[in-house]
């Protein structure tokens, strides 16, 4: 592996793109100072991904970019390719040849690449670090690098042979693993308190997921029962509905069937009115054909009556004798029958006029019935058409009727239906006001909890605050106690000297300490009238007491022999004394020896003491008996004339013992307390004869004056100082009690806010699981009243259509029932019609019969008439003619016998001509009678027919009532079964289908618990299990529905966090593991590397330093991990050791051995080497060239350098120069193949 070629462009001097050649071997880059050469050795250290700018030779990383000349302006980016033969495979990477590449651009964006491959740097020093090229990149020393190695610690020169022996990335990877390891410290720890905190959350959270646990198997149960029963409503409702439309099928074929027949009826209502139409006229013609034929007989048969009667008497009158009439016999009949005549001529009149009123009767009776029977048949056949219409009128108008009933069965439906949308619409927008209700209620609550628990942080912070206050006060008083003890202890032992004093208290047992003495003042003067006062005693016994509590070893102390003679002792002076605070100084030194002095009952206890004193030799003692002295003058008088900061003394002392007020006033009566000694000076000199006494204790005036620096404290100060102290001291003490108390409480405070703060989480965490729970709840009704607005839609839509339908329906069922109505009125008058026509027919009848009688009484009358006629006149003629025709009797007789015969004839043939008119007349009667029986038959079948077409009608009109009644129960029971349908589909989310399918009443039940057995289905069970299921469901209280999932969630959270954990702890094992095998890993292989390059220094030294003595020494051999290195070199003819004492060049060449021994011990497929041999001479340069000769065959070697005798043993030369325009170029020569050549 070799450095093959190297391409700048835009790399600091470099602006053109510029390449270099490289070969194996020794290659050296010439050139004169300045001309760019150390920036290829930077380029080289760049590409391979050095990062500090201060090592290229910069600022800043963008000053590698050309900056740019006069005559070339800069460049944007710097870009260097660095091509490496790998056909060595010394490179972990499939390629005989890889090209390093770096791009920076003067944004600061950079960009590394391999083979044209954007990639990391990471990549790039893996890459190279496993073929012996370290990150630090040791293979290049640059420019000053020798004074690094050295001037390095003895740590700094050990990096160096890590990095060459490959240490460097197990550090690395040491470190990367230590800080893994800080890390998962914290993250252990994180995860521990998460786990714990999970463990306490899972049981209350475990028991709620037990009771939604036994809540959903209720709630299965319940739905399960409730989809059973709903399954079976709906298979009823669909069985019932499926028998109804099987009814309705029955229904609609009895219509049909009934229709037909209705039609059936119709129609031979039809045929029959046709029939009678056809009937009447052939009726009507029989009837006329019967009354002419009845007029024709009976003139037959007058006419025959009359031949034979007039045969008869021309017979008779023709068989009578001739004798004659009397002719007047004859005038009297004649006037006889003309009277007769005359009357017959009457009736006939009369007849004839009944004949004409009865002709024009029945023409108009006939006139009218055959336009009667015209417009009755008229009228049938319309009637026949109407009823045809009104039958149709009558099922459309069903029909708009049953729509009708149906449009408003619908529009209730809908109607209802609508209701009941609105009213869970409505109940849905209450649920939803309540839940946003609660839902703002509980935001608020959250916002109330997330305030109360930052209250509760903020007391609780505020409380911990108080805590640490009071635990500092209580440790600052219990300090000052302290203090103020041991200042009170010290004061105490100063306040008994060793005089005669101390030794007559302690002889007397009245020795008192200062604080003690206090006591014992007070004490004392409650008997201290009393002689032999035991308030020293236990003064003493106080300060005996105090010493043992101090705990101190007591010197061996003089035992004295008690005074003989009593004497009465009340302690020191300043024991009685209560002195003005701050006064202390100046009073003293006003009492001067009294400072120190027993208060004695009286003189003779004063020679008492003395005397005892010099014979114990004891030593001296000041005695201030107890006897009224001279009266010294008042303080009033004596502070008359007194500036404002000069003091009477006796002001500023009150006497506890009034016993020894006169002698305190002796003794300061006359003195004077000032500010300062200037104060004094000028009231000495405006008052001479006062005693004056500073405040630092100096005095001045009779009979002299005492004063100056520092002196030992007066017992009086001692005294105050202690008593200051023991207030101190109870002052810290109750401060530090306080602050105990105080402490109670602060730490119950704190407990309760730290118990406020768990509260609040867990409120909050309530809180928000409520609030989750009611935002899921208002999505889920949100799309609930968004299905209820579209069904409240579709249903008004459906509704607003229906009572469209409905008013249309309505108003074609007006227009149809008014048609109908109409209908039957003209049917009505047709039935009216039909009736006078009957009544016409009857009445045509009988005027027929009338018009027959009349005729025949006319025919009669004028037969009769006609008989009558001339019968007066014959008579008379027959009276003239008897007179005068009784001559021709003979004459006529035989005229009246032709005459009879012709008569006789006459009848005969009428009775011929009435024989064949009377069967004429019996085929008309019968043919009258047959067209009549005819037409009754047919009005009967004709009013039969249309009893059944109205009872057909009827039975239609009820068929389709109840078509209609089936059709709305079936309308009903559809929607039921579709209402069934869309609370499965809407409450439980199932298709009707499928509940049919997989609850049905056919299906057996399973069984509740597991081993039951299946069931049949049976109503009252499952009606009872769903009682029984929503009782158990009431009686589990509130659930949270979460609580299975959140239990559930929570497990694998804890379940997860515990795996984690482990992870972390198998992790930190496993890392705590790799750093050992990285430490055992570096030990060994340092410690190869050390021997190796500890060797290989030694022979490089004795190559560079003849003779000379050069080794590398371990710090620490015990510690193979941290041991540092320390180089000795000993040049030949020197006893240093030291590298600091070498020369320049002797430093140099111990550099570079100890380089070239790295270099030997471990070897890198390349080194590059800027003028390291610059400060050699020729004699050390030639050692150095014929090591690194040693380097030729192992590494490829770039050598910067000014040295001819480097360039000689160069393999090839690369010549950098630097023309004007400030841009470096290059060029090449091999050396090695011209020397050869």
């Not at 990149?137 to 990095?163: K, N």
């Not at 017979?315 to 006889?336: I, K």
Request: glycine share 8%; hydrophobic share 45%.
């Amino acid at each position: 592996m070799y450095l093959k070629s190297l391409t700048l462009r835009g790399f600091k001097s470099f602006a053109s793109s510029t390449t270099l050649r490289l070969e194996p071997g020794i290659t050296c880059v010439v050139g004169p100072n300045g001309s760019g050469k150390s920036n290829v050795v930077d380029a080289m250290a760049w590409v391979l991904g050095e990062q500090g700018a201060k090592a290229l030779r910069g600022g800043t990383m963008s000053d590698v970019i050309f900056a740019g000349t006069p005559s070339r302006p800069p460049l944007g980016r710097a870009e260097v390719l660095l091509t490496i033969d790998n056909s060595d495979g010394a490179l972990p990477i499939e390629y005989s040849e890889v090209t390093v590449g770096r791009l920076m651009f003067r944004s600061g964006q950079s960009e590394y690449t391999i083979n044209g491959t954007s990639c990391r740097l990471l990549d790039i020093q893996e890459l190279m670090s496993d073929s012996g090229i370290g990150r630090e990149l040791h293979v290049i020393v640059g420019q000053g690098q020798l004074d690094a190695v050295l001037h390095a610690s003895p740590e700094e020169r050990r990096a160096f042979i890590e990095e060459a022996a490959g240490v460097l990335k197990h550090r690395k990877r040491k470190e990367k693993a230590l800080r893994k390891l800080e890390a998962m410290a914290a993250n252990l720890t994180r995860l521990t308190d998460l786990s714990a905190e999970l463990r306490r959350q899972l049981g209350p959270l475990g028991r709620q997921a037990e009771i939604a646990r036994k809540a959903g198997v209720i709630q299965a149960t319940l739905r399960d029962a409730r989809l059973r029963l709903l399954a079976d409503d709906l298979v009823t409702a669909r069985t019932e509905l499926a028998a109804d439309i099987a009814d309705e099928e029955t229904v609609r074929a009895k219509l049909a069937e009934t229709e037909g027949a209705h039609a059936a009826a119709a129609e031979r209502e039809q045929a029959l009115e046709a029939e009678l139409a056809r009937i009447v006229p052939r009726a009507a013609a029989a009837q006329e054909t019967w009354y002419a034929l009845s007029s024709v007989r009976e003139r037959l048969r007058g006419t025959g009556q009359l031949a034979t009667e007039r045969a008869r008497l021309l017979r008779a009158g023709a068989q009578a004798t001739r004798g004659g009439r009397d002719p007047e016999e004859l005038e009297q009949e004649a006037a006889a029958v003309h009277e007769r005549e005359a009357a017959l001529q009457a009736r006939l009149e009369r007849d004839r006029d009944t004949l004409t009123e009865v002709v024009s009767r029945r023409a108009e009776l006939e006139a009218a019935l055959a336009a009667e029977e015209q417009a009755l048949l008229t009228a049938s056949r319309a009637a026949a058409a109407r009823r045809e219409g009104i039958a149709r009128l009558a099922g459309k108008v069903e029909t708009a009727r049953s729509r009708a009933a149906a449009a408003e069965s619908d529009i209730v439906r809908l109607t209802e239906a609508l209701d009941a949308a609105q009213a869970r619409d409505a109940e849905a927008s209450g649920s939803r006001e309540a839940l946003d209700t609660e839902l703002a209620r509980i935001e608020t609550e959250r916002d109330e909890l997330a305030g109360r628990h930052e209250s509760a942080i903020a007391l609780h912070t505020a409380a911990t605050e108080r805590l640490e206050a009071l635990r500092t006060q209580e440790r600052g008083a219990d300090r000052d106690r302290a203090s103020a003890a041991a200042r009170r202890d010290a004061l105490s032992l100063s306040l008994a000297p060793a005089d005669g004093a101390a030794a007559l208290l302690t002889a007397t047992g009245d020795a008192t300490d200062e604080r003690g003495g206090g006591q014992a003042r007070a004490s004392s003067q409650t008997g201290g009238s009393e002689p032999g006062g035991t308030g020293g005693g236990r003064a003493g016994g106080g300060r005996a007491a105090g010493k043992g509590k101090q705990g101190r070893p007591a010197e061996p102390a003089r035992v004295f022999e008690p005074p003989r003679t009593p004497i009465q002792i009340f302690g020191r002076l300043v024991n009685i004394l209560a002195v003005t605070p701050g006064a202390e100084v100046a009073i003293a030194a006003a009492l001067g020896p009294a400072a120190d002095a027993l208060a004695v009952g009286s003189v003779d206890d004063v020679v008492t003491a003395l005397s005892w004193l010099r014979t114990a030799e004891a030593g001296r003692a000041a005695f201030v008996p107890a006897f009224p002295p001279p009266a010294p003058p008042a303080a009033g008088e004596l502070a008359d004339g007194l500036p404002a900061e000069a003091v009477p003394a006796l002001e500023l002392v009150r006497v506890v013992d009034q016993r020894f007020a006169p002698a305190v006033a002796a003794i300061l009566g006359g003195v004077v307390v000032v500010d300062d000694l200037a104060g004094a000076a000028r009231l000495a000199a405006a008052r001479p004869g006062l005693r004056l006494v500073t405040r630092d204790g100096d005095t001045l005036g009779p009979p002299a004056a005492v004063g100056g620096s520092a002196h030992a404290p007066s017992l009086l100060e001692l005294a105050a100082a202690a008593e200051e102290a023991a207030v101190a001291m109870a002052t810290a003490e109750a401060r530090a009690e306080a602050s105990r108390t105080a402490m109670e409480p602060a730490r119950e405070e704190v407990a309760r806010t730290r118990a406020a703060i768990d509260a609040a989480n867990a409120d909050r965490s309530a809180a928000g699981a409520r609030h989750r729970a009611l935002t899921d709840q208002l999505a889920q009704l949100d799309r609930g009243r968004g299905s209820v607005a579209g069904e409240i839609s579709r249903l008004e839509r459906g509704r607003l259509a229906a009572e469209a339908t409905r008013d249309q329906t309505y108003g074609a069922l007006a227009e149809l029932e008014a048609a109908l109505a109409a209908s039957d009125d003209e049917l009505d008058v047709d039935e009216r019609s039909a009736e006078e026509r009957d009544r016409l027919v009857a009445a045509t009848a009988a005027v027929r019969g009338e018009e027959v009688e009349a005729r025949l009484a006319v025919r009669t009358s004028e037969e009769r008439a006609r008989g009558l006629a001339g019968r007066a006149d014959a008579l008379l003629r027959q009276a003239a003619q008897e007179r005068a025709a009784r001559a021709a009797a003979a004459r006529t007789r035989a005229l009246r016998e032709r005459q009879a015969k012709i008569a006789a004839a006459v009848a005969a043939a009428a009775d011929q001509a009435l024989a064949a008119c009377e069967t004429s007349l019996a085929a008309a009667a019968a043919e009258r009678e047959q067209a009549e029986t005819a037409r009754r038959a047919t009005d009967t079948e004709l009013a039969g027919v249309r009893d059944r077409v109205r009872a057909y009608a009827a039975a239609l009109s009820a068929l389709r009532d109840e078509a209609h009644r089936d059709e709305l129960a079936r309308e009903a029971k559809r929607l039921r079964s579709e209402a069934l349908e869309a609370k499965a589909l809407e409450e439980h989310g199932i298709a009707a289908d499928d509940l049919v399918t997989e609850y049905g009443p056919a299906l057996p039940v399973p069984p509740d618990e597991e081993g039951g057995k299946e069931r049949p289905f049976d109503r009252a069970e499952q009606t009872a299990r769903l009682a029984t299921a929503e009782k158990q469901l009431v009686r589990l209280g509130k659930i949270n529905p979460l609580a299975l999932e959140e239990f559930e969630a929570l497990q694998e959270r804890a379940a997860f966090l515990s795996a984690q954990l482990d992870d972390i702890k198998n992790t930190r094992r496993d890392l705590l593991l790799v750093v050992e095998e990285v430490d055992s890993r570096v030990r060994e292989v340092f410690a190869a590397a050390f021997q190796d390059t500890a060797r290989e220094f030694e022979i490089v030294f004795d190559t560079l330093f003849p003779g000379g003595e050069g080794r590398l020494v371990l710090t620490d051999p015990e510690d193979m991990l941290t041991t540092g290195i320390e180089v000795e070199a000993r040049p030949p003819g020197k006893k240093v050791k030291r590298l600091s004492l070498l020369s320049g060049g002797e430093r140099s060449l111990t550099a570079l051995a100890m380089l070239l021994a790295i270099f030997r011990a471990r070897p890198s497929p390349f080194y590059v080497l800027d003028e390291v041999e610059a400060a050699l001479d020729d004699r050390n340069l030639g050692r150095l060239l014929n090591a690194v000769e040693g380097l030729r065959q192992k590494s490829q070697l770039i050598i910067i350098t000014h040295q001819k005798r480097t360039m000689e043993i160069a393999d090839a030369l690369y010549g950098v120069s630097m023309r004007g325009d400030g841009v470096t170029t290059v060029i090449s020569q091999r050396l090695r193949e011209r020397a050869s050549a």
